[in-house]
């Protein structure tokens, strides 16, 4: 059983995951990675996360169509989905209903934000979060 | 017998490394210079054996120094009983005077021992039946003396390569946390910059911009102070401020302005530790530490950013005061761009106002004429309902509405009495010259209706096109009913001022012919103060001037 929730972040640029990972981490959620739409719809069907982030661009599969397709099992049809974007770069409105996305980041984003978004998503911060505890 | 439990005693060992070596079955062991030893992990039955036996603590002793050398050979310590130093690369190189802490070491045994005095001695410490040892001891993974150097050389791979990815490790972190503020800074600026509009209200771009920091640099409040500059206008000395705080604006703004004296004419970013330090009154009370950054163009001082206490508990760094400092550079040129802004627009009015006096002077009677035509002109706008940029429009319109009557010659505007036919056919020509003069100036397009056709009537009795009705273009009945107003309450060559009620009652006897009657309806309602206030000032500077 998971004692902190589990969340999944897919994107082909490595510096990305690192930095995004970190901030989950450091907020005391557990992470995986996964660096294509492929491999993170596998990962997904595996690990069943709390959460998805995803980038929308990626080779061989994006990560609307990788929303897509887990939205179509059974397992996976309700976990929260937050899709990053390149600025400037819109997706439409149906195409977001349809994956079920929850909320939209542009790229260059802020790391604050995207935590602020898997709070409101999750609930509150997990125990052992070392975000907002206070040090001696 | 009772066998000390093994404590896992504090280590440098990177844990990749300890738990491969866990699965190869090795002892670990924790060896202090004193030569006492402690089992970390797989504490065989023979290391603990030995490591609880004074001949065996004396031969480290004697060795320790040498498991700091060279992690790659063994150091044989009995026949068959060999270890395997594994030094940090730090503590190798600085040596055993360095640093006298316990060192990890890896056990290794062979056959041999069970052969050695030293075995048979141990066995007699402890109370043990020699043989029957030998054989339990047997049971172990022992290892051969041909293998001994192969398997160092292994552990001192593994354990170099365990450290140099701990290392990476550590860097990917660093640079993922450093990443993550340049992240963070960039989408604060992206997020800023798209938001600096110079025609949007500044009060909001502002407190926005504090809100935002506030937010990114994590900090409880967050304030912005500007300086005392009158070319900030309505911005001069005002006080911005995000995050709750038990002090009132004016207590706040105190507080800056105190904290403005103390950083002088610095231009850096500053963090105090200890707001105590600081001699500003009420600062302590809401504040620990403090972070300031001052907001200067090249010349002078504009104002500066200060907050305080970051919610997460920690301190604030050098990192967040990057970070503001980004900020407070965009905040500068935005307050940069807002004092140049006004510069031209008070430039541009200025001239104006100097083109409109110029055409006023030629006419003694009309003195403020333009001024007063603009004021009424924007007030019966604002009355109508249209916007401010509309109103302002209009008001610059009323300006400029006479400016063809440089064209006139002056005996003709000056003379005194009724105007021959001719002399009228002249004064008729000023609304087209305006607008000749002023067509080709593309800022002042949008004014050309005002200047055209401010002479035209309701009936369609007008001048210069005879147009009629709502064919007249608003900035022409706004200004055509202000200028008439005008006209009738000062005094001209041909007749005196009329009573302000005799001025209201023409306009609503005209209304429907001469004026729209709607906006003659708004015009009689108007305040008239403001008017009555412009006309003093004129006739004062009338008298003012010389003869």
């Known amino acids: 059983m998971r004692t902190q929730p589990l969340i999944l972040v897919v994107d082909d640029e490595s510096h990305i995951l690192h930095v995004v990972s970190l901030k989950l981490k450091n907020a005391g959620y557990q992470v995986i990675t996964a660096e294509d739409g492929e491999e993170g719809a596998a990962a997904a069907l595996e690990h069943l996360p709390d959460m998805i982030i995803s980038d929308y661009q990626m080779p061989y599969m994006t990560g609307l169509e990788m929303c897509l397709k887990l939205r179509g099992e059974e397992a996976t049809r309700d976990i929260p989905a937050i899709m990053l974007t390149a600025r400037g770069f819109s997706l439409a409105e149906h195409q977001l209903a349809q994956a079920r996305i929850s909320a939209v980041v542009s790229k260059p984003f802020s790391p604050r934000e995207i935590l602020t978004h898997v709070y409101e998503l999750l609930g509150d911060q997990p125990q052992n979060g070392q975000e907002n505890v206070s040090t001696p | ?547």
């Open chain 2, 1 to 547: 017998m009772t066998l000390a439990p093994s404590h896992p005693a504090a280590t440098d060992l990177p844990a990749p490394l300890r738990e491969r070596l866990g699965e190869l079955g090795v002892t670990l062991l924790h060896v202090a210079p004193d030569g006492r030893a402690q089992i970390q992990q797989n504490g065989a039955w023979i290391a603990r054996l030995l490591v609880q036996a004074p001949s065996f603590r004396v031969s480290l002793r004697r060795a320790w120094d040498q498991l700091l050398e060279r992690p790659d050979t063994p150091v044989t310590l009995w026949p068959g009983v060999w270890l395997v130093g594994l030094p940090s690369r730090r503590r190798r190189r600085l040596g055993a005077a360095h640093d006298r802490s316990p060192v990890s070491a890896v056990l290794l045994v062979g056959a041999e021992l069970l052969e050695s005095e030293q075995f048979r001695a141990v066995c007699d410490n402890h109370e043990l039946d020699y043989r029957a040892t030998a054989a339990r001891v047997a049971h172990d993974r022992l290892v051969s003396s041909a293998e001994v150097h192969r398997l160092a050389q292994m552990i001192a791979w593994m354990h170099e390569d365990a450290a140099q990815l701990n290392r990476h490790m550590d860097e990917l972190k660093s640079l993922s946390t450093e990443l993550g503020e340049a992240y963070e800074e960039l989408s604060l600026l992206y997020k800023l910059s798209g938001s600096m509009i110079v025609n949007q209200p500044a009060e909001q771009f502002l407190t926005n911009a504090c809100g935002e920091l506030q937010q990114v640099v994590g900090v409880s409040w967050m304030a912005l102070l500007l300086a005392d500059e009158p070319r900030l206008e309505e911005l001069c000395d005002q006080l911005f401020l995000a995050g709750p705080v038990a002090h009132e604006t004016h207590t706040m703004r105190a507080i800056g302005q105190q904290i403005m004296e103390c950083i002088g004419e610095r231009r850096e970013p500053m963090v105090v530790d200890d707001t105590r330090e600081l001699a500003v009154e009420g600062l302590s009370e809401i504040a620990d530490d403090l972070i300031v950054i001052p907001l200067r163009s090249e010349k002078q001082r504009l104002g500066i950013l200060f907050g305080s206490n970051k919610l997460d508990g920690a301190t604030l760094t050098s990192v967040d005061s990057k970070l503001c400092d980004s900020l407070a550079n965009s905040l500068t040129i935005f307050l940069e761009n807002r004092m140049l802004y006004d510069d031209m627009q008070a430039m541009f009015l200025g001239t104006l106002h100097a083109l409109t006096s110029a055409i006023d002077a030629k006419d003694s009677y009309t003195h403020g004429h333009s001024e007063r035509v603009a004021l009424m002109g924007r007030k019966l706008a604002e009355a109508a309902g249209l916007d401010t940029h509309t109103c302002e429009r209009v008001y610059i319109a009323g300006l400029v509405h006479d400016v063809g009557k440089i064209g006139v010659p002056e005996r003709v505007l000056c003379k005194p009495g009724k105007l021959t036919a001719r002399e009228f056919d002249l004064v008729k020509m000023h609304p087209e010259i305006g607008g000749r003069i002023l067509q080709d100036i593309r800022q002042m397009e949008d004014l050309l209706p005002g200047v055209l056709y401010h002479h035209e009537r309701w009936d369609g009795a007008g001048y210069p096109q005879g147009l009629a009705g709502e064919d007249i273009p608003l900035f022409g009945r706004l200004l055509g009913l202000a200028d008439a107003f005008d006209a009738m309450s000062s005094d001209r060559t041909y007749r005196a001022a009329m009573q302000f009620d005799h001025v209201i009652a023409e306009v609503r006897r005209h209304a429907g012919t001469q004026f729209d009657p709607q906006l003659a309806e708004l015009f009689v309602n108007l305040d008239f103060q403001p008017f009555f206030d412009l006309i003093q000032k004129h006739q004062q500077n009338k008298l003012r001037r010389p003869a």
